[in-house]
């Protein structure tokens, strides 16, 4: 989703610094629900590849969605890009990791069993950090690459923990319409309305038309950014928001007021 992209209210402070294998934060307790999904906060600000102090949320209320690794696939092979960017939240916030897959157009990803258990293994890992409730896989998959992308959800939601939640991005256009997200093994998928490309004026004007999404996956969550006005659609319980650059305390204030007053 972000290709296009040059990708104090707690007394206790949890920082995690670039290549840092552990952090002072308490991990979230186990609690019992009928859907994982249901522990992240209606309100998520994504962290992208930049340093992040967000110590001005209420961790009650806020969760933070934070680029934890990257898989490159090209060829044969498989490189993983840790986070290299400090990101400071207060003691006690809920945290969806994020695993972004990109793929090679120099050389084209075979796709292959080895690729997809080296990429399943990366991304089921992320859920034993501190702290996390949820791993979100951020995949821009074409059409050719489907299978591999559901084989791989299917492997990494029977790799993660019963309590920790399987959330994915998703572009704006397969919310409408387009059928292959239906049963896909995920908690959540996260349509993206904003950086829509030349799909954006028919997508907001099917939303504003209150045609709404059509996958059931699509239609609790959905991405948005502070650039860029956001479309009113009914029924959502979850906004993941992203923020160009640095958030400031100013930006995260004012998320936090929307999400407490929305229009």
């Known amino acids: 989703m972000f290709r296009r992209l040059a990708c104090a209210l707690a007394l206790a402070v949890v920082t995690l610094p670039a290549l ?18 249901e522990r992240i906060p209606p309100l998520v600000l994504w962290a992208w590849e930049q340093p992040q102090d967000l110590r001005a949320i209420d961790p009650a209320r806020v969760g933070v ?32 990791a994020v695993g ?26 992320l859920a034993h950090r501190p702290g996390v409730i949820a791993v979100q896989v951020d995949f821009d998959a074409t059409h050719s690459q489907r299978p ?13 923990p ?10 704006a256009s397969w919310c409408l319409g387009d059928p292959w997200l239906a049963d896909l ?16 004026h028919r997508i907001r004007a099917d939303l504003a038309a209150g045609k709404g999404f059509s996958c059931r ?19 959502i319980q979850r906004r993941y928001v992203f923020h160009p650059g640095r958030w400031t305390e100013a930006a995260m204030q004012l998320q936090q007021a929307l999400a407490r007053n929305p229009r």
Do not use: N, W
């Open 162 to 171: 019963d309590t920790v939640a399987l959330s994915m991005t998703a572009l």
């Open 217 to 235: 996956l699509c239609r609790g969550s959905v991405g948005i950014a502070t650039d860029e006005p956001a479309p009113r659609i009914a029924g």
């Open 65 to 96: 969605a934070y680029l934890a690794r990257t898989i490159e696939l090209g060829g044969d092979r498989v490189s993983v890009r840790p986070r290299f960017q400090p990101l400071r939240v207060p003691a006690g916030t809920r945290l969806v």
């Open 20 to 37: 840092a294998s552990s952090t002072h934060a308490k991990p979230t307790p186990a609690v019992s629900l009928p859907l994982p999904a």
């Open 100 to 125: 972004r897959i990109e793929t090679r157009r120099d050389a084209p990803p075979e796709l292959d069993l080895a690729q997809r258990r080296r990429a399943v293994l990366e991304l089921a890992s």
């Open 148 to 160: 591999f992308y559901r084989d791989l959800l299917a492997e990494l939601r029977a790799a993660l």
């Open 185 to 200: 093994p995920v908690d959540e998928a996260v349509p993206m309305v904003f950086r829509m490309g030349a799909d954006q």
